[in-house]
């Protein structure tokens, strides 16, 4: 069993419609959590990043975390066409050495149709 | 402000060929990272770097090394190339405490 869980989609959702995103996760060390989006041929690139349980909202994204189900989501609202990409989750733990060491979902490809 | 910088983007390698890989950030940043992405696996981390002159192995380090000579700098190098090494490859760095930025990768194929 992978450590993170992720639905690979695809996902085809029209424009202005709300998008929900989500990871499962079986490890309760994990301390953070982020999810990242990865246009075609280019590099992750961070969205939401936070540590506790709750929502953060970042204009039209929403993270969610529920760390009691070990469940995280990522909410888009009023989808735009430019939001179309693979969306990753990652999560992480402090090493020894004291930097984040990351895992990663396998991401969801998602395509919002004009 | 250009951030976390990859050279080559793109490479095609002959099987047992060698190559090195090169990352550079100007963010100051104290760590760094090499990840492969591949199909249906997400990115694993192959090695990474706390500091100028410290590596410490990933996920997924066999067939490669690193080395930090310096702190913007982190190289992947690929001794003797094989067709599993084919990939893509991102670097990223972070602060101490702090979330990762990544590259735009390089696309690696072994044949």
């Known amino acids: 069993q992978k450590e993170v869980e992720q639905d690979p989609g695809p996902l085809s959702v029209p424009e202005g419609a709300i998008v929900s995103l989500n990871c499962t996760y079986s490890?309760?060390?994990?301390?953070?959590f982020m999810w990242y989006r990865q246009y075609s041929r280019k590099g992750p690139e961070l969205l939401m990043y936070?540590?506790?349980?709750g929502n953060k909202e970042d204009g039209r994204f929403t993270a969610q975390v529920d760390k009691s189900s070990k469940y995280i989501s990522l909410f888009i609202r009023d989808s735009q066409p430019s939001d179309s990409a693979t969306y990753l989750c990652?999560?992480?733990?402090?090493?020894?050495?004291?930097?984040?060491?990351?895992?990663f979902g396998t991401g969801t490809r998602l395509t919002i149709i004009p | 402000n250009a951030g976390v910088t990859q050279t080559p983007k793109f490479r095609v390698l002959k099987t047992g060929q060698s190559m090195t890989l090169l990352c550079a950030q100007d963010?100051?940043?104290?760590?760094m990272y090499w990840y492969r992405q591949d199909p249906g696996m997400g990115l694993r981390l192959i090695h990474y770097?706390?500091?100028?002159?410290?590596?410490a192995k990933g996920e997924v380090p066999d067939g490669y090394n690193v080395s930090r000579l310096k702190k913007q700098n982190f190289l992947l190098g690929l001794e003797s190339a094989a067709p599993s090494q084919t990939s893509v490859y991102f670097c990223?760095?972070?602060?101490?405490?702090?979330?990762?930025?990544f590259g735009d990768g390089t696309r690696l194929s072994i044949l």
């Open positions: 990223a760095s972070s602060p101490r405490r702090g979330p990762q930025h």
């Open positions: 490890n309760s060390a994990f301390q953070y």
């Open positions: 936070t540590y506790s349980s």
């Open positions: 990652a999560m992480s733990v402090i090493s020894n050495f004291g930097n984040e060491k990351l895992t």
């Open positions: 963010m100051n940043h104290e760590y």
């Open positions: 770097s706390v500091g100028e002159g410290t590596t």
